[in-house]
């Protein structure tokens, strides 16, 4: 019995300074990378906006053989959805919220885990090139917070790949697009 009350006194100080510390730590976390690239921003936003291109950019999409994702009806701009499965990644969805010019927001829903904001950015450097920033942020529970002061660790390099991968597909996009350009600019020899 002696022994009992030991191990439940362990337990409950164990508990009570797991307690204390997420306490001290804060509820709200928030993770943000941004990058250049040579590009239009215009052409950046329109890429991020088309649910359909993240399976060639993501990070995750890329790193997990088990995904599956299902784009919504719609799936392009403001209200535009998609959901994934994953043997790894759990499951959920994310929804465009609102969509501008310079700046996307959407709400990540983690099935089990919570619920998140993501935030683009998208502005001309003075060079001319896109400026492009990519983030999220949310809340954690009380007993959870310790999570959220590690978020930045975790999910961090997750968006300098996604950026990476996303400007090279950028150039590639603004490469094809000045080809095809050219070739219908082009004059057509009228033969006789």
Do not use: C
């Not at 990540?108 to 683009?120: A, E, L, R």
């Not at 999910?155 to 080809?179: H, K, S, W």
């Amino acid at each position: 019995m002696k022994i009992l009350k030991i191990v439940l006194i362990i337990v409950a100080v164990v508990f009570g300074t797991f307690t204390i510390y997420n306490a001290t730590l804060s509820k709200e976390y928030s993770v943000s990378r941004s990058t250049t690239m040579d590009v239009d921003p215009a052409l950046v936003q329109q890429i991020v906006s088309d649910f359909s291109t993240w399976p060639e950019w993501s990070a995750w999409f890329l790193a997990d053989s088990t995904m599956e994702y299902e784009l919504g009806t719609t799936y392009v701009g403001e209200g535009a959805t998609y959901s994934w499965t994953s043997e790894n990644s759990g499951s959920g969805g994310m929804e465009i919220l609102q969509l501008t010019a310079s700046a996307m927001e959407t709400k990540i829903d983690f099935v089990g885990q919570g619920t998140s904001y993501g935030h683009w950015e998208f502005s001309t450097s003075d060079e001319g090139k896109a400026l492009v920033s990519w983030g999220f942020s949310g809340e954690m529970p009380l007993l959870m917070r310790w999570m959220g002061a590690q978020m930045d660790k975790w999910v961090g390099p997750d968006f300098e790949t996604g950026l990476a991968n996303l400007t090279a597909y950028a150039e590639r996009e603004a490469i094809a697009n000045e080809v095809a350009e050219q070739q219908t600019m082009q004059p057509v020899e009228v033969l006789d």
